[in-house]
C-alpha cells in the first residue's frame, strides 16, 4: 500500500486566508495555519499505524 500524498496549502477566500489539508480528493479547511499542521501530522501518524497494522507479522 502507497503512502497517499498529505497536502497543507492557503487557500484565499473572501478576502480571508484559510489552510486547506488534502489527502487525495478528500479535504478540510481550518483558519489557523497550527491546526492544520496538527491535523494533518495525525491524519499521517493514523496512516502509518493503519499501514503496519495491515502488514503481516513476522
Not at 32 to 41: G, I, K, L, S, V
Request: net charge positive; proline share 5%.
Amino acid at each position: 500500500m502507497s503512502s497517499p500524498s498529505i497536502v497543507i496549502e492557503p487557500l484565499l477566500q473572501r478576502g480571508k486566508l484559510y489552510w486547506q489539508v488534502r489527502m487525495g480528493r478528500r479535504s478540510l479547511i481550518f483558519q489557523q495555519e497550527q491546526a492544520a499542521r496538527a491535523f494533518a501530522a495525525q491524519l499521517h501518524m493514523r496512516h502509518l499505524w493503519l499501514q503496519q497494522g495491515a502488514s503481516p507479522d513476522d
